[in-house]
């Protein structure tokens, strides 16, 4: 097959004059990936854009702090963490692996690249 490039698992990404470092979350338009491994400034290096990863997430003592297994997940940029609210958020860009009781700080998202 020639029109194949690679399985997309993982996608090149540049980074910002910044850098990037390994597990950072990178947003594009409607979607977010991880940053495998370290990048320099303005570098490029390879984001994963498929897989459960365990993502900062919205947490405190309220019932909406919480989610079921399967909620949609919304990446929040102004907070950089993952919320299951679709209002003026990145998404959706996954789903919730597992339940997450409310106040955890992170949940484990399947990315649906």
């Known amino acids: 097959m020639t029109t194949f490039k ?10 910002g004059t910044g850098g990037a470092s390994s597990g950072d979350v990178v947003a594009f338009d409607s979607k977010i ?4 491994a370290d990048i ?6 390879e984001v994963e854009v498929e897989g459960v990863h365990s ?7 309220g019932s909406a702090n919480a989610f079921v297994q399967g909620d949609d997940l919304y990446w929040d940029t102004s907070e950089s ?11 959706p860009i996954g789903y919730a692996a597992e339940a997450k009781a ?12």
């Open 6 to 15: 690679y399985r997309g698992k993982r996608l090149p990404y540049t980074a």
């Open 33 to 36: 990936a991880i940053v495998v």
């Open 40 to 45: 320099a400034a303005s570098g490029t290096g």
């Open 55 to 61: 993502v900062a997430a919205l947490n405190g003592t």
């Open 81 to 91: 963490e993952l919320t299951n609210v679709a209002s003026s958020n990145v998404g």
């Open 102 to 113: 409310a106040a955890t700080t992170t949940v484990n998202v399947k990315l649906t690249g």
